[in-house]
């Protein structure tokens, strides 16, 4: 998995440290990935995809102004992006991005 950070303020460093990728984890139904965003509500996260890259974008409140900055992770081309799940419990951003289903051998018989 390949990711790249992009950011629209000068915010980069603080809030770098919110969008770490803590867990990566591949299993034989889905792909895994959990990042750390403490004090961030869901109102102020949003997940979003297209391809096979997955974005996180955090809009934290600043006065009266929203300050955006996104992570994308890009998976790889076995992952069903569109059909990911994303939730948030306890200051962790949980993403499952399941797997395409592994065509089966067809045995052809002999005559």
């Known amino acids: 998995m390949y990711y790249t950070l992009k950011s629209s303020t000068q915010l980069t460093k603080e809030l770098n440290s919110y969008l770490t990728l803590d867990l990566w984890k591949e299993t034989e139904e889905a792909f895994k990935l959990e990042l750390d965003t403490p004090g961030f509500s869901k109102n102020e996260i949003a997940v979003t995809s297209k391809g096979n890259v997955v974005c996180v974008t955090i809009s934290p409140k600043q006065g009266n ?24 419990e306890d200051g962790v951003l ?13 045995f052809i018989p002999l005559k």
């Open 94 to 106: 949980k993403i499952t991005v399941p797997k395409k289903e592994q065509e089966k051998v067809n």
């Open 65 to 88: 102004k929203r300050t955006p900055f996104s992570s994308e992770y890009k998976l790889p081309n076995s992952a069903v992006v569109s059909e990911s799940i994303a939730c948030l």
